[in-house]
């Protein structure tokens, strides 16, 4: 089981703002480790986001932002479209397993 | 553009080992770590370990320490993963992924994973 806990679904109608939580602990997120986010489209690769925690690569639209809070980090998506529709994850590291570690992943339905 | 392609699927049995290749271009094969991420079926997805291409230095997850083994060859531009001893658990798509650090800043456990190979399905089954 993952140290990174998203709530398991979220869905919400097009053009309406949804918000995905990771939440961790002072070994990961709390320490300071910034949080990556990724979306999965079935079938493909994970793509990534946002990274640092509230940084997008260049061609992610505004839409996709990211932040954090303690021991918690969040995505949020405005503007939801169908396209959205998609599992995502967070990413961080983790200092106790000396690792990098993922969320347990959302998935998000556009109604 | 840089690209990352892996090898082609693979059946084991159990006991045994795979090897799965991902060989990378359109960048400085030294400069980045090169990260191995995989997913069972109908699961999320789970860090296995990274390489440093520039010396091969190594960090695997514990739970696959003393079975897993990450290599590159530095000539062909390619990585290796290696896992040993597969069970029925290890079935599962492998991912390799690029590091990608913010800013250009590379910092211990900072890593993001922005190029990702298309996957190689990896099934263990008698």
């Known amino acids: 089981q993952s140290v990174l806990t998203q709530s398991s679904s979220v869905s919400g109608a097009p053009g309406q703002r949804v918000t995905i939580s990771c939440t961790g602990s002072?070994?990961?997120?709390?320490?300071?480790?910034?949080v990556h986010w990724y979306r999965q489209l079935p079938g493909t690769a994970p793509k990534l986001l946002i990274y640092?925690?509230?940084n997008r690569p260049s061609g992610v639209p505004d839409r996709f932002s990211g932040s954090n809070s303690g021991t918690s980090a969040s995505l949020a998506i405005t503007g939801l479209q169908a396209e959205d529709e998609a599992d995502y994850y967070c990413?961080?590291?983790?200092?106790?397993?000396?690792?990098?570690?993922f969320g347990t992943g959302t998935k998000v339905t556009v109604l | 553009q840089v690209h990352l392609v892996q090898s082609g699927a693979e059946v084991e049995r159990p006991g045994a080992s795979v090897k799965v290749s991902c060989k990378a271009s359109?960048?400085?094969?030294?400069?980045?770590?090169m990260h191995w991420v995989r997913q069972a079926p109908g699961q999320g997805l789970e860090w296995m370990g990274l390489?440093?291409?520039?010396?091969?230095?190594?960090m695997y997850a514990r739970s696959l320490q003393g079975r897993l083994t990450m290599t590159r060859d530095t000539s062909t531009s390619t990585f290796y993963m290696e896992l040993s001893s597969l069970t029925s658990e290890d079935t599962a798509v492998y991912y390799c992924?690029?590091?990608?650090?913010?800013?250009?800043?590379?910092?211990?456990?900072?890593?993001?994973?922005?190029?990702w190979g298309q996957g190689t399905v990896v099934t263990v089954s008698s």
């Open positions: 992924a690029r590091r990608y650090c913010s800013n250009g800043v590379c910092v211990y456990g900072g890593d993001a994973f922005d190029i």
């Open positions: 359109g960048y400085t094969f030294t400069k980045d770590f």
């Open positions: 390489i440093n291409p520039g010396n091969g230095d190594t």
């Open positions: 002072n070994s990961n997120i709390g320490a300071g480790y910034p």
């Open positions: 640092g925690t509230t």
């Open positions: 990413q961080s590291f983790d200092s106790s397993l000396t690792a990098y570690v």
